[in-house]
């Protein structure tokens, strides 16, 4: 295949040579494979993309073992490439060596189809040996036993973040800077009591907030979420209006600073089952709406440096003072302590990843090689 035979020359010459696809639409029928070091897959953006035309079920683009790979500016199985037949957009599995893959301009299926496990871009089994840099990336992201990887998304959009596997060795770092879920069913499932960090999570137009599942036999996770604003439409159907959704999911969750914004007035936070997890709300305003929470016994609820704004007087004045609450105790600042802590090792990773230098890896205790953001333009 003319596709496959181009990628395998820039992988051969390597040293920052790219398989460059002009603008265009371009039939495969068969899994394109990228495997090598120092080089690049590109189009034109939107304008280039890969249709599926091959068996139903199949693998638009398999990963497996980059050293220092980029794919770039490239359509993928987007739904507005047309209907494909395809499982999977774009699979990276696990690396034998030490790898190092980056995804820039990569549009995948996801966007405003409230299909969280179809299609888009895949991670399955990546290690501690594997670092994953996500510039921009559009579209549903799926992560299973990847706990241990290094994977850091500094902007990427829409569709549904999956994160589930029942490895439990999970000493790695999942970590989002800038994301946005627009029209979803949930903007995050965390399955499986994983762990994650994100430092500006924007959810719009969503039936539901966020999904968090574990079972006994699962290690305690963490989940660190703050963003600019999340808004989802009321609608009488019990399964949706869930800010928070929280199923035997151990650990500590912390939500904030955030702006809670109008819809639904009464925004859910139910949390079911005998696995004990910390709910730590800081920081936050809540404008036109407010918290009903809706937790069960293994459930300690924290409020911190929250208000309110355009709502009436409280129905509940207990709940609202709690919310008001500004003395918080050694307990509550070692739960704010670890969200800070979350939010420090992934403001290190994009340094170390996307803008480093000699002086940086000193400071840092880390002396890595300098890693390409992208290939050189002009």
């Excluded at 999970?170 to 430092?199: K, P």
Aim: proline letters at 5%.
């Amino acid at each position: 295949m003319a596709l496959q035979r181009t990628i395998d020359a820039a992988a051969a010459a390597s040293g920052g040579a790219i398989a460059y696809l002009p603008t265009g639409r371009y039939a495969i029928s068969r899994t394109l494979r990228i495997t090598g070091r120092d080089f690049f897959v590109g189009g034109s953006g939107w304008c280039t993309a890969l249709l599926w035309k091959g068996p139903e079920g199949g693998v638009m683009v398999e990963v497996r073992d980059p050293q220092r790979v980029t794919l770039e500016d490239l359509m993928i199985g987007a739904h507005d490439a047309g209907a494909m037949r395809n499982d999977i957009d774009i699979e990276q599995v696990g690396s034998t060596n030490a790898s190092h893959m980056t995804y820039d301009g990569v549009y995948v299926f996801g966007m405003y189809q409230k299909a969280p496990l179809r299609k888009g871009l895949r991670f399955t089994n990546v290690t501690e040996k594997d670092v994953v840099v996500m510039p921009h990336v559009q579209g549903n992201l799926r992560f299973v036993d990847c706990g241990r990887a290094t994977v850091v998304a500094n902007c990427s959009y829409e569709g549904s973040v999956v994160v589930e596997g029942r490895d439990q060795a999970r000493d790695g770092l999942l970590g989002f800077q800038t994301r946005l879920a627009t029209i979803v069913s949930h903007g995050l499932y965390l399955r499986d009591n994983h762990s994650i960090v994100m430092s500006d999570f924007y959810v719009e137009q969503a039936d539901n907030g966020y999904l968090f599942e574990g079972a006994s036999q699962d290690p305690p996770g963490r989940a660190t979420i703050t963003g600019a604003k999340f808004h989802s439409f009321t609608s009488d159907d019990p399964a949706k209006n869930h800010l928070l959704d929280i199923r035997n999911y151990r650990g500590q969750i912390a939500i904030g600073p955030y702006q809670f914004y109008q819809e639904p007035k009464r925004m859910r936070m139910k949390q079911q089952g005998e696995a004990p997890v910390d709910l730590l709300v800081w920081g936050s305003g809540w404008y036109g709406a407010k918290p009903e929470a809706q937790l069960g016994s293994a459930a300690r609820l924290v409020a911190v440096g929250n208000e309110f704004y355009g709502t009436a007087p409280a129905a509940d004045p207990a709940t609202e003072r709690k919310f008001f609450a500004e003395a918080p105790t050694d307990a509550v600042l070692t739960l704010l302590s670890r969200a800070l802590d979350d939010l420090r090792r992934l403001g290190e990773a994009d340094l170390r990843l996307n803008h480093e230098t000699r002086e940086l890896h000193h400071d840092l205790g880390e002396p890595r090689p300098l890693l390409p953001r992208g290939r050189p333009r002009g």
